[in-house]
């Protein structure tokens, strides 16, 4: 089972650098990747040969930032060197090759990410000075939260990354704005260790109860019910956009069994669950069953290929958002895959189902026939 990133916002920002005509960072990640799968499948690889394969990755990153590197990629592939460094245990190369970091030029989260490598480093006076500039060169209001999210979480710069939240509530002119500025202090309270989940849910309540009518009001709202969500329940409601720009909301599946499907493309669990499915598909949905698929993706054309490749032909719900997949977020879903089994009347049938095992394919299956055999109600159910 594949887990929300703690970082999921702070790395969909970093990630989303423009494409060189040369190699891209990526490509050279890409061909690491493959590499560490060839040595996998050759046995159980040694620590030396890890250790080696590892070196070599930061040999070949080092000729790619002297040569190639162009955008983003020149910072972003100095601070994964530098943590590749840190990682093998070589601090003083480490340190080289974080200092190396024109903090200068980079944007504010990239020096962010690099003032906590050099707190790893015990470079303190680094550390304050970058944490300064990057607050100070961050202003875009997604980046601003990301900043004060990470200050707040892995950084645990509490003062600052409060102030970060505190100083975009005053700056908010709606309470659209207000709403989504509690949001995302809300989900910096979720990742947070030093504190319980009681007040991550404290934090979700005052964003539901304070802006009730704002997206991330409603939201909110759904998300704390998800959380005590039990078969019987009302399911909660959805209005998405499907794959095809069409819109798609339950209440369309009234009267049938329905299967939500989280999943992604680079979730190998899902993707070895993928033809359970399509086989359940196949052998019920004359009965009234259906699935909807809501990808986690955010990359078209990777969703694209998974759809084609595994033979997904039922609804998909994709809109590049990740983790921020607004289904995902309104059932709370923080691992995949999930499989969610709503029944005929609109109401929960089954949770916390699974298609990795024999046994997990059998439960799926008695739970999908269980909700088969209830009759189609008369009346639009709950949760449509």
């Not at 601003?144 to 509530?169: C, N, P, S, W, Y």
């Amino acid at each position: 089972m594949i887990h929300s990133s703690r970082n999921a916002l702070f790395l969909s920002v970093l990630l989303a650098a423009p494409v060189a005509a040369q190699r891209s960072l990526r490509e050279v990640q890409e061909t690491f990747t493959q590499r560490r799968i060839e040595l996998a499948r050759k046995g159980q690889p040694t620590l030396a040969q890890h250790k080696d394969l590892l070196t070599s990755f930061a040999k070949e990153l080092e000729t790619f930032l002297a040569k190639e590197a162009q955008g983003d990629d020149r910072y972003n592939g100095r601070l994964m060197l530098a943590d590749l460094h840190l990682g093998l245990g070589q601090r003083e190369a480490a340190k080289a090759a974080l200092l190396a970091l024109d903090v200068e030029a980079a944007p504010g989260l990239l020096v962010l990410a690099g003032a906590d490598l050099a707190g790893r480093l015990g470079l303190a006076k680094e550390r304050a000075a970058w944490i300064a500039k990057a607050m100070e060169r961050t202003t875009e209001f997604t980046q601003r939260m990301a900043l004060g999210m990470r200050l707040l979480t892995v950084m645990q710069e509490l003062e600052l990354g409060q102030k970060v939240f505190d100083e975009a509530l005053a700056r908010a002119t709606d309470d659209e704005q207000r709403a989504t500025v509690l949001w995302y202090l809300a989900d910096a309270t979720r990742q947070r260790e030093d504190v319980e989940e009681e007040a991550y849910l404290d934090a979700l309540r005052k964003v539901a109860g304070t802006y009730p009518k704002t997206r991330y009001g409603s939201i909110a709202a759904d998300r704390l019910a998800a959380k005590d969500l039990e078969p019987g329940k009302p399911a909660i409601p959805l209005a998405l956009t499907d794959s095809e720009g069409k819109p798609v909301t339950l209440a369309e599946f009234r009267g049938k069994v329905l299967l939500l499907d989280f999943w992604a493309s680079w979730c190998e669990p899902c993707l070895r669950a993928a033809p359970r499915l399509v086989e359940l598909h196949r052998k019920h949905q004359d009965q009234g069953f259906a699935i909807l698929g809501i990808s986690l993706d955010q990359e078209r054309a990777a969703f694209d290929a998974a759809v084609r490749e595994h033979g997904l032909g039922w609804r998909q719900v994709y809109g590049g958002e990740g983790w921020q997949t607004e289904a995902a977020l309104r059932y709370r879903i923080e691992a995949i895959p999930a499989l969610i089994l709503i029944g005929r009347d609109g109401r929960i049938a089954a949770l916390n189902l699974a298609a990795a095992t024999r046994e997990d394919q059998q439960a799926l299956e008695d739970a999908v026939l269980k909700a088969l055999k209830a009759p189609v109600p008369a009346e639009p159910g709950a949760g449509r």
